[in-house]
């Protein structure tokens, strides 16, 4: 029997959870020869990453360098994919996202005249320049992708606005519920003490996360001061920070929480551990992307310190709310979760757009369905 080729890239930490679930499905699928392929864009995360799925890549360019360019970033995911495509032949490429590796491997494929599947296609801010460089990354690989696998409806409608055709496009849900579904887990102890040590039965959790280029600066302060402004009005509230690595990013944060007790700044967290301080918190704050996706499914109302944001059905939905980067507004809304318990319910319990956790299943059948090795 003549396999369907596929080959899988990746090459940061939020690209390998949400990909790591499709890798499984096409591990249980005797029609499918997949060839994992890493770029390392991200190393020490990424790691993790593998090391939790169990994913074991067949090619790994390792192309990490402390302080690289996008540009560096980009050439050298570039020759490295030109290199592997050669070797491996597929007839499918899959990429996840919109990293600089997400682009480069579309790219690459492209030269090859191998066929592009786009994972998590047809997000828009609507900014060129925010996310940065995500926005551009997501949008030049839709040029280039020959499947689009959009999270949504609102996603569909976007590529369709773009001009792609329908018979491409394929609402499938987001595949990172289901890499959630594999994570958290009923009774999960942290390898950190403090985070045992936490009273989450009597203590509410405000979970942050901050890292967008866009926010460094003073949205940042604007941001960290609200919060432990937050934190020092409510006696039963503590904040837990993973600090991302970013040395502007710890500045900002040493300097704003300094003195205040109520709030834990710790290292960044691997996914699973992260995963389940999520499930167990009150709330999150976060100008991240994917957790606005993945809270709801936890039931956490997700307040997004962003000035715009390329998942708008959470919104839409009600279990996230946009407040931007002003300290009065951040402060505000987050003093109404925390005081409004019908508000805080009406986030809580809204429904996740996001999907069933099957997404990978649906991604899998496609390929299978659209792909022959004759092709």
Do not use: W
């Amino acid at each position: 029997m003549n396999k369907i080729k596929v080959m899988t890239v990746f090459g940061t930490r939020p690209e390998g959870i949400k990909m790591a679930p499709i890798i499984k499905v096409m591990e249980s699928r005797p029609e499918i020869e997949n060839t994992i392929c890493i770029t390392a864009q991200h190393r020490e995360m990424l790691d993790q990453v593998l090391d939790l799925f169990k994913i074991e890549p067949d090619y790994d360019l390792n192309i990490f360098k402390p302080g690289q360019s996008l540009t560096e970033i980009t050439m050298r995911a570039l020759e490295g994919l030109e290199r592997v495509i050669r070797e491996v032949k597929p007839h499918i490429l899959l990429v996840q996202g919109d990293t600089s590796t997400v682009f480069a491997g579309a790219l690459a494929a492209f030269y090859q005249k191998v066929k592009v599947g786009h994972v998590e296609a047809g997000l828009r801010s609507g900014n060129l320049y925010s996310p940065y460089p995500e926005e551009a990354n997501r949008k030049l690989t839709g040029v280039l992708a020959h499947f689009h696998f959009a999270p949504t409806e609102i996603n569909r409608l976007n590529l369709l606005k773009e001009g792609y055709p329908e018979e491409r496009i394929f609402i499938t849900g987001n595949t990172v519920i289901d890499a959630l579904k594999f994570a958290v887990k009923k009774d999960y102890k942290f390898h950190l003490p403090l985070l045992n040590d936490i009273d989450y039965k009597n203590k509410r959790i405000i979970l942050v996360t901050s890292h967008r280029r866009e926010n460094i600066g003073k949205p940042m302060e604007n941001i960290f001061s609200a919060i432990n402004n937050i934190a020092l009005k409510y006696d039963d509230v503590e904040v837990v920070f993973p600090i991302h690595l970013n040395p502007k990013v710890r500045e900002i944060a040493y300097r704003v929480f300094k003195g205040n007790d109520k709030v834990h700044l710790i290292e960044p967290l691997d996914y699973e551990p992260f995963t389940n301080l999520m499930a167990k918190s009150h709330l999150v704050v976060t100008d991240s992307g994917g957790l606005q996706e993945e809270a709801p499914s936890l039931g956490k109302p997700v307040l997004v310190v962003r000035e715009e944001t390329e998942r708008p059905e959470g919104i839409e939905a009600g279990t996230a709310k946009l407040v931007g980067t002003e300290y009065d507004n951040i402060f505000k809304e987050i003093d109404i979760l925390l005081s409004n318990q019908e508000e805080y319910s009406k986030m809580a319990n809204a429904v996740n757009p996001y999907g069933d956790g099957k997404a990978s299943e649906r991604i899998v059948d496609i390929i299978i369905k659209h792909i022959g090795p004759n092709e």
